[in-house]
């Protein structure tokens, strides 16, 4: 799993290819927004899931950074993998919905390492999460 910002095009798309309700403004073919995404590339290198943070932190809304509004779960050899972005570690309904989807082990990438709320949320779900953070401590819980 990578993450990193994305210009995205005039048209959000669900799962089914069909067009989401939080579209924004079409600007013709141009990028109209960045996402803060993350992407799981499969072991031939192809990219199999995207997932855009839904929950994006105030600096992210000021600089034009727009919400997801999609729960992602990629289907594996290893199981079920659900992907989730920082901030969203503070909205359980994120979660909730990638364990309705069946996930067997959340990704969760951020700039810092979750604390507690990330070993609560493990527990809570009775699931495994895999950080990928930018300090020392990422881990599995």
């Known amino acids: 799993v990578v993450g990193g910002l994305v210009a995205v095009s005039d048209k ?10 939080c579209t924004e403004e079409s600007a013709g073919d141009k990028p109209v927004a960045l996402r803060n995404a993350a992407f799981f ?25 727009l919400p997801g509004c999609t729960c992602v779960v990629v289907e594996t050899d290893v199981g079920r993998i659900g ?40 527990m809570k779900l009775r699931k495994p999460f895999v950080s990928a953070v930018m300090s020392h401590s990422a881990k599995v819980v």
């Open 12 to 21: 959000d798309k669900d799962e089914d290819g069909e067009e989401e309700a």
């Open 41 to 65: 590339i499969d072991r031939k290198g192809d990219v199999v899931g995207e997932y855009w943070k839904r929950n994006p932190v105030l600096a992210e809304i000021e600089v034009g950074i």
């Open 83 to 122: 992907l989730s972005i920082g901030f969203d570690l503070n909205f359980p309904s994120v979660f909730q919905e990638m364990t309705a989807k069946g996930v067997d082990l959340i990704s969760w990438i951020s700039v810092y390492d979750g604390g507690l709320a990330l070993q609560a949320e493990a």
